[in-house]
């Protein structure tokens, strides 16, 4: 049974940093396709970033551009976003998800996603 485990974020200052860890089980991630989402309370699931299996292409949503990277931990079998320069519009629950197909290609639909983590809460204070 393929589980993707998150850790990480919590609460950061404005400016500050964060990072989000999504570990899985049951699935390598290091071909298939993963992806960051976002919600805030009252809006929409946004994408975030995303990574292609075998790294092969990025992507990354207006929002976060230049301020977001999305890499993976092959060995710990982990895909890590890492958020830099954060603004209190980046408060929101954060989920990873993967794709069961192993694809170098992504994308920004949720619905492209077979599995998903459990959600993680970052609340940039200012």
């Known amino acids: 049974q393929v589980q993707l485990v998150q850790s990480g974020g919590g609460l950061a200052q404005a400016g500050g940093q964060v990072s989000l860890s999504c570990r899985a089980s049951?699935?390598?991630?290091?071909?298939?396709?993963v992806a960051w989402f976002r919600q805030a309370p009252g809006t929409e699931r946004e994408f975030v970033a995303a990574v292609g299996g075998r790294d092969e292409i990025f992507g990354y949503a207006n929002s976060v551009e230049g301020r977001a990277t999305i890499s993976r931990d092959h060995p710990k079998n982990t895909v890590i976003l890492q958020m830099n320069e954060l603004n209190l519009e980046d408060t929101a629950v954060y989920y990873c998800a993967a794709s069961r197909i192993y694809t170098a290609n992504y994308s920004t639909s949720q619905s492209y996603y077979d599995f998903w983590g459990q959600g993680t809460q970052v609340t940039v204070s200012s």
């Open positions: 049951a699935l390598t991630l290091t071909f298939s396709p």
